[in-house]
């Protein structure tokens, strides 16, 4: 007999708060490769949780460079830039969601299957920009 697949738990903005150990692969449309290896922290800030990403960005021909990004994240998992702008809304069961930012279309997919890890895969094209991105989080 064949067991059904778990529910997955729907994720409140709780479930985030914490220092997770962050890899990422981004793989461009012209073959080029790069991975990042850091962390992903998510702090309570009196508006939800401040997210911040640091770590060492490995690009092509042996470059490395220090890395950061830094968004807001709301109650209802609604992700903000820095400057405040609307990013996108995480999918509490994971799923996809995307932006566009004039000209290229930012699409991601969340899966929590495996909490507490997760990853986000992140497709964007257009005119300008053509890569995957594919994040993966791990609770310390």
Partial sequence: MRSMPTEVRARVLADFEDTWDLTRQIAHADGTRAHFEGQAVWVPDGQGLRYTETGKLHMAQGVV??????????????????DGRFFHRVPERGGAAEHWCDPDTYKVTYDFTHWPAFTAVWRVTGPQKSYTLRSQYSRR
Avoid: N
């Fill in 65 to 82: 460079m220090q890395a950061e990004r830094r968004y807001q994240w709301g109650p209802d998992l609604d992700v903000y830039f820095e």
